[in-house]
């Protein structure tokens, strides 16, 4: 069975994809970075974080890369000050909404939040603090969750539905009052359903979900296995 | 808890001959305790051995809602209003003599006049709860035609030629989504009729499931036999008790008589309806996220496209319109699409249903033609600004719409005028506002709205809602510099463009539009440290030495 | 996440076997048992199925979260998660009486926030809380749709327009003192 191939321009180079293609996977077939934080592979992809919106031409909206399928004849740009900006302003939404303090966490130095702020030029937060109080959750026996280093990208909840299976953990309330939690809002550790696989821990982009005995700058997060487990589902090679 | 009213019980009959007296039963006027009047009237006949040639009967939402209990003796057509139970020997007495003044109402005056009447056209004339009512009025009438004489295909054009747009608020071509529905593939289909309404200050899609839901069952079963679907569901916000208990009623008629169900006027043709329940999230008003609520799912958004017409409930093709779209359908069956495209303006058809609220005379629900103007709405309809106050400016389309100040009061009212003038069209609230209505502040909590409404998926919204609300809180609490104001600016054009649903996406619309509108009741707060309407409460200004302090 | 089809044809499927009613002989789990039954126990269920819950027992614990999700198949986090969600569910025991306040636009501008006002120096609760002899809980809603009757408040599940401070400090204060539901014909 063959799938059409598409032929579009992205950031002026012509690129040829595959129908049902993102833009984002296209994209980075032509060997063009869009910035993500909520995508992973492996995990459907939900387009939360607004990072990876791109402009097409014809299109008055942005279009979110990760969720957007390749039309034929596409014009997309993923880079231009109006698109640099909005992400810039996005990390700094993410960095202000709860408590990011890089130089006491487990994540320093390995962090995608982290990363994601050097990489686009945050040097500064220009949007008022909003210090929440949020609590530390230590209970489970290897693990710690740790809310106020959370971006609520819910890589963890869809590592654990669509990977593992367990789906110990969802979100709660919504809005700015938004939370992870383990089946009833219970302590991790009395969760009945957690497996302790740690695929949680290691999908978390921040410091929010790190592994017990870690000091700062100490977690380094094992991705590779994803891909393969992946792979291993669907039967590719 | 007093028990539920009861519609229509020893005196439902009316005489050949005879007088009714039609109550208005819809949740306005029940709150006004018009179930106690009802039976005082019931009572009185009884007491005056009336039986025989006066009858009560519980009817729909009459509009002027402010001058409730309504009440409507047929066949003389004398109206009153604010009626309560001490009144009724005096009713009863009337009905074939000289009406009660000091309770009457002027039934001919503009209010009532001036409206078009075809979403509305039974509400306020029939009893809600009764299947004989609704088919005396051509009740099913347009299903059985369409089902025995069209094509799916045919119904589908008749709908594109009426130019009716979906009446929800975004205004997208109604017939193009019939359209786009019908030539999707799917072994199963869907009908959602999207019974939410969220917007704070509108309330005509309650009032049209109360006063008249076989409408909107007629409606969306002539959209199932369109688009080829066999399964419709109402999604109704449970904030709204009494619709749902009337539409669980009609349902069950209609199956009965053989409108809904299988078999559907002796055709093959088959058509359920189920009733699901909204649980307090406004969100869900927006259509992937009403999708995700049916599916027992959090009210979370989805990207769009796949849109609904495609990839829907369930991931099958799925059509959803709102109430009042639905209830336009079949009139636009029976009359045909041209009759419809006659009223209202080129690209704005037939007629709109406005919540009249806020500070106007005549609050309630009017159903006008597109095109009338907002002062023949505000003024000659509403009736004006009571208390002798001065209009200050009319607000549109809940917390995704804008304030309209005075120099609009001749515009249009049609979709492309009212987002011309930064505001939109919206389910149809109108909030009148006055002089004692500080716009700052009604920017603060249409925003303060939108941050507690927000589902939380996306940053922009989630957080950016947030912070928007607290630079206005800081506006309105005396606080701010105009630094704050720049960024409020920045911040809002960061949201609109990058939120995922239009709940993000609108909201900061009302900042907009009083930005623009109403600058120098923001420049008053920040730079002069004062409230002009007088509202907001300021901290005190501290000087210079305060500070140092 | 995907979403599961619901089962379109075939027999619905039972609860498992292991899932007993907390309190097997209390009649409110009928109520509960039937909502599901007549959705044939499938997942999608949940909401209609947390609504009768809450009907019946005024609230949602976590007993009722944990039989709901054993019946419907659905994750523990995913019931939380979505009774949470939705604002009309509580997970707190209601007070006897309850007073909704709309904050609609109508309701804004005629005046509502002078009745949270009044209610704060009548019964010294916010909106969201109940106070400490367990009698009164007030909540606010986002818009009732009795816009033509602004102010609105809904008392015990009844709907009470062109409502004023006094008026309403009156009522509350009856509540407060007898505790039962006091039969008065609210003011025109």
């Known amino acids: ?193 957690c497996t302790s696989c740690g695929k949680c821990v290691n999908v978390c982009p921040t410091g929010a979900l790190f592994e017990k005995g870690r000091s700062v700058g100490e977690m380094i997060k094992r991705k590779s296995f994803l891909p393969y487990l992946t792979q291993m589902r669907e039967g590719k090679k | 808890m007093r028990e539920e009213p009861v519609m229509n019980g020893a005196n439902s009959a009316a005489a050949p001959g005879g007088y009714t007296i039609d109550i208005c039963m819809a949740a306005g006027c029940l709150s006004c305790q018009a179930d106690l009047v009802k039976d005082a009237l019931e009572k009185e006949i009884s007491k005056h051995g009336l039986g025989d040639t006066c009858s009560v009967r519980g009817v729909g939402c009459l509009g002027l809602c402010m001058a409730g209990p309504l009440i409507v003796v047929e066949p003389t057509g004398v109206m009153y209003g604010s009626a309560v139970s001490a009144d009724a020997e005096a009713i009863v007495k009337s009905v074939s003599g ?160 053989g409108y809904l169900g299988s078999n559907i006027c002796g055709t093959d043709f088959r058509f359920n309806v189920d009733i699901r329940l909204g ?216 949201v609109k463009s990058c939120s995922l649903c239009g709940l993000g996406q609108t909201s900061p619309n009302p900042v907009l539009s009083t930005l623009r509108y109403f600058r120098d009741e923001y420049m008053a707060h920040i730079q002069d440290h004062v409230c002009p309407a007088g509202v907001c409460q300021m901290k005190p200004a501290r000087t210079l030495a305060e500070v140092a302090a | 996440m995907q979403s599961r089809q619901p089962a379109l044809e075939g027999k619905p499927s039972a609860p498992s076997p292991n899932v007993a009613a907390p309190v097997a002989d209390d009649k409110r789990w009928k109520l509960v048992n039937a909502t599901m039954r007549r959705h044939g126990y499938q997942s999608h269920a949940l909401i209609e199925t947390l609504h009768t819950v809450q009907e019946a027992f005024g609230y949602l614990d976590d007993d009722s979260l944990r039989y709901v999700s054993a019946a419907l198949k659905v994750p523990y986090s995913k019931v939380y998660g979505v009774a949470t969600f939705y604002h009309f569910f509580t997970l707190k025991p209601q007070g006897e009486h309850t007073c909704v306040v709309c904050m609609g636009t109508a309701c804004y501008i005629k005046g509502a926030p002078a009745l949270l006002a009044g209610i704060r120096e009548a019964i010294g609760v916010e909106s969201g809380q109940t106070t400490d002899n367990g009698r009164v809980s007030v909540l606010s809603a986002r818009c009732i749709g009795s816009c033509g009757l602004a102010p609105a408040v809904v008392l015990d599940g009844e709907v009470a327009g062109r409502m004023n401070a006094k008026d309403l400090k009156d009522r509350l204060a009856g509540w407060m003192a007898s505790g039962r539901a006091v039969e008065e014909v609210v003011p025109q």
Not at chain 2, 142 to 153: D, F, N, Q, Y
Not at chain 2, 208 to 219: A, W
Not at chain 2, 360 to 377: A, K
Request: hydrophobic share 40%; with cysteine.
């Open chain 2, 98 to 257: 000289a009406p009660v003044k000091r309770l009457e109402l002027n039934a001919q005056q503009p209010f009532f006049s001036r409206q078009v009447k075809i979403v509305l056209e039974n509400s306020g004339r029939i009893d809600p709860e009764k299947l004989e009512d609704y088919l005396a009025q051509d009740g099913y009438a347009a299903l059985s035609t369409a089902v025995t004489e069209m094509t799916p295909p045919g119904v589908v054009n008749r709908i594109l030629k009426s130019g009716i747009r979906g009446r929800g608020g975004a205004g997208y071509p109604t017939g193009l989504k019939w359209g786009t529905v019908a030539k999707s593939t799917g072994a199963q289909k869907y009908v959602i009729c999207n019974a939410d309404e969220g917007d704070p200050g509108a309330f005509m899609d309650r009032a049209v499931l109360e006063s008249d839901p076989h409408r909107v069952l007629e409606g969306m079963a002539i959209a199932g036999y369109a688009v080829g679907a066999s399964q419709g569901y109402i999604y109704v916000r449970a904030e709204y008790p009494l619709a749902v208990k009337r539409l669980k009623n009609a349902i069950r008629q209609a199956e009965r008589a």
């Open chain 2, 279 to 494: 649980a307090g999230a406004f969100v869900c008003g927006e259509e992937t996220a009403l999708i995700s609520s049916i599916e027992g799912n959090r009210g979370i958004p989805r990207p769009r496209p796949p849109f609904p017409a495609a990839k829907g409930l369930w991931n099958s093709p799925t059509l959803i319109n709102n109430v009042e779209t639905f209830a336009n359908i079949a009139p636009i069956v029976r009359n045909g699409g041209e009759w419809f495209a006659s009223i209202g303006t080129e690209k704005s058809k037939g007629t709109k249903v406005f919540a009249l609220a806020g500070r106007v005379s005549n609050t309630g629900l009017v159903e006008v033609p597109m095109g009338i103007t907002l002062r023949e709405i505000l003024y000659d309809i509403g009736g004006g600004i009571p208390d002798g106050k001065k209009f200050k400016a009319v607000q549109t389309g809940g917390p995704s719409g804008g304030c309209l100040p005075e120099q609009f009061l001749d515009m249009a009212v049609d979709y492309e005028s009212l987002a011309k003038a930064g505001s939109i069209m919206g389910s149809g609230g109108m909030i009148v506002m006055d002089e004692t209505s500080c716009m700052v502040d009604v920017a603060r909590f249409f925003m303060e709205f939108c941050m507690t409404e927000s589902c939380g998926k996306c940053v922009p919204c989630r957080v950016g809602t947030c912070q928007m609300h607290d630079i206005l809180a800081k506006i309105t609490g005396g606080t701010a510099t105009m630094r704050d104001l720049d960024l409020l600016e920045e911040l809002c054009d960061t």
């Open chain 1, 1 to 193: 069975m063959s799938d059409t191939v598409k032929t579009l321009s992205i950031d002026g180079q012509d690129v040829s994809a595959v129908e049902n293609q993102t833009i984002l996977d296209a994209s980075r077939e032509a060997g063009v970075e869009i910035p993500t934080l909520c995508h992973m592979d492996g995990l459907c992809d939900i387009g939360a974080c607004r990072l990876c919106m791109v402009e097409v031409a014809g299109i008055p909206k942005l279009l979110p890369a990760c969720v957007t399928k390749v039309a034929e004849g596409m014009e997309v740009t993923t880079d231009s000050p109006r698109l640099r900006g909005y992400r810039k302003t996005i990390v700094e939404f993410m960095l202000s909404e709860r408590n990011h303090i890089c130089s006491v966490c487990v994540s320093n130095g390995h962090c995608e939040l982290q990363a994601m702020a050097q990489r686009l030029g945050v040097d500064h937060v220009h949007v008022p603090y909003r210090y929440p109080k949020l609590p530390v959750d230590a209970s489970h026996e290897r693990f710690v969750l740790d809310h106020n280093r959370c971006i609520l990208c819910t890589r963890c909840v869809r590592a654990c539905d669509e990977i593992e299976g367990a789906h110990t953990w969802d979100v709660m309330g919504r809005g700015i009052d938004a939370k992870v939690i383990t089946d009833l809002n219970q302590p991790w550790g009395d969760s009945p359903t």
